[in-house]
Structures are given as structure tokens and as C-alpha cells.
């Protein structure tokens, strides 16, 4: 199977999908193993972010678990300011030492990205339990307006029942 090719063929379970009459479609099925391949690229069923150390990228910040995120933030931010300036001044009194100075630039930057990237699980936790607190709240005011519509449709009909006896 060419996966490089303008128009590749189709994925060997469409014909899965070959008889529309049948009923709902069944989905394609999983990958097998821990990789696949979708359009030329390779992409892994594994969510795991990788560690600095697998990316090659010395890592500026403590191995512990109970990293404090927002302190490692504003320290590599500092750093980062700091390296700025250097960096200013090399170019401006040694321009051929930028290199080194570009390098921990970068490497501050990949630091910083991956202590964001930790925080994404608990980003999307927070994402989700507020969403799910703002539905229950669309329900209980959609509740509260079904039982004020039912006190006045029951009002209208004792009103109702009222003028056909009287």
C-alpha cells in the first residue's frame, strides 16, 4: 500500500462500508499495535508526553514530581530575559559568539514549552468540570422555568375551572 502516493488507495476495511441498506455503519477498527500510519505519517496510540532527556534537550528544572509549576515558569522566564539582554550584548560587542546564545535561548524555550504541555491534563481536567458545572446549572434553571410554567399553567386552569362554575 503506497502511502506517499497523490491519491493513495482506500484503507483495506471500506469494504465494510460497501452496502449502505445494511443497516448503521460499523466503525473502522483500531489500530493494531502502538503505531500507524495516516497520509504519509506515522503517529503513535501511545498519549505520553516524552520526557526533555528523550528530545535530547537538557532539562533546567528539578526531576522531582512535586514540581511547582508556576515558580520553574517565572524562574525560566527571568532566564530567559536575562539571556535576552546577553544575547544583545554579545551581538553588539562579539557577534560571532551568538550561537551559544541562541542555543540557551532555545533550550529555555523547549524547558518552558514542555512545563506547559505537563499542564495540559490538568488544563482539560479543569476545562471539563467547569463545562459539566455550567450544564448542571442550564439544567436546574431549565427545571426551575418547567416548574414556574407549571404553577402557571395550573393557576390558568383553576382560574379556568373557576369561570365554568361560577
Known amino acids: 500500500m503506497s502511502t506517499s502516493a497523490a491519491y493513495p488507495p482506500p484503507p483495506p476495511f471500506y469494504k465494510l462500508y460497501k452496502d449502505a441498506k445494511s443497516g ?3 466503525p473502522p477498527p483500531l489500530p493494531k499495535g502502538a503505531t500507524y500510519t495516516l497520509f504519509g505519517a506515522t503517529y503513535t496510540t501511545d ?20 514540581i ?3 515558580k520553574e515558569l517565572r524562574a525560566l522566564n527571568r532566564d530567559l530575559q536575562l ?4 544575547l544583545a550584548d554579545v551581538l553588539v560587542e562579539r557577534p560571532s559568539q551568538y550561537a551559544q546564545r541562541i542555543e540557551e535561548i532555545s533550550t529555555i524555550f523547549k524547558n518552558m514549552h514542555h ?7 490538568l488544563q482539560a481536567q ?15 434553571q431549565a427545571i426551575e422555568d418547567i416548574k414556574m410554567r407549571r404553577k ?5 386552569l383553576k ?3 373557576e369561570m365554568l362554575d361560577g
Not at 539571556?83 to 546577553?86: D, I, P, S, V, Y
Not at 402557571?152 to 390558568?156: G, I, K
Request: proline letters at 8%; aromatic letters at 4%; glycine letters at 2%.
Open 24 to 26: 448503521p455503519d460499523p
Open 115 to 121: 512545563l506547559l504541555n505537563c499542564l495540559r491534563p
Open 152 to 156: 402557571e399553567a395550573q393557576r390558568m
Open 159 to 161: 382560574e379556568a375551572m
Open 126 to 140: 479543569a476545562t471539563l468540570i467547569h463545562l459539566l458545572e455550567l450544564q448542571i446549572e442550564r439544567r436546574k
Open 68 to 70: 511547582d509549576y508556576k
Open 83 to 86: 539571556n535576552f539582554l546577553e
Open 47 to 66: 498519549d505520553v508526553l516524552p520526557s526533555l532527556e528523550e528530545q535530547g534537550v537538557r532539562q533546567l528544572y528539578p526531576k522531582d514530581s512535586n
